[in-house]
C-alpha cells in the first residue's frame, strides 16, 4: 500500500512547475453559468466581478471560457437583468 503524502496529489495548482494554463480548471466545477444572450444587456458587470477572468464581451456577445470557469456563481449573483443562471453539470 502506498503512503498518503503531499507528493500524490495531482500536478495542479500545487505543483509550481506546472502553470494555471496547463491546467483546465473548468474540470472541478459541478455547476456551470448559462447565458441567456437575449437578456443579456452587456453590460460588463460579470466580466468585471469573474475572479478567473474567463468571462469576456466579444463583438456584443457575452462569452465564458468554461475550460476555465470554475461554476462559482458570482458572475450569475451579480447579473444585474438575470441573463445567467447556474445549472448542473450532471444530465
Ligand atoms: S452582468 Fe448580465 S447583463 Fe451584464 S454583461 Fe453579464 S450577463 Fe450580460
Ligand atoms: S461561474 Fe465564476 S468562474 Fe465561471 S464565469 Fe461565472 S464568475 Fe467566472
Known amino acids: 500500500m502506498s503512503e498518503e503524502n503531499w507528493g500524490n496529489l495531482p500536478p495542479c495548482p500545487f505543483n509550481k512547475d506546472i502553470r494555471a494554463d496547463q491546467s483546465k480548471t473548468g474540470s472541478w466545477r ?3 453559468p448559462e447565458i441567456n444572450q437575449g437578456k443579456c444587456l452587456k453590460c460588463g458587470l460579470c466580466v468585471t466581478f469573474c475572479p478567473e477572468g474567463v468571462a ?4 456584443r456577445v457575452l462569452n465564458i471560457d468554461y475550460d476555465y470557469c470554475k461554476g462559482c456563481g458570482i458572475c450569475a ?11 448542473s453539470e450532471v444530465a
Open 77 to 87: 449573483e451579480e447579473c444585474p437583468s438575470h441573463a445567467i443562471k447556474m445549472v
Open 30 to 32: 459541478s455547476i456551470r
Open 56 to 59: 469576456e464581451i466579444i463583438d
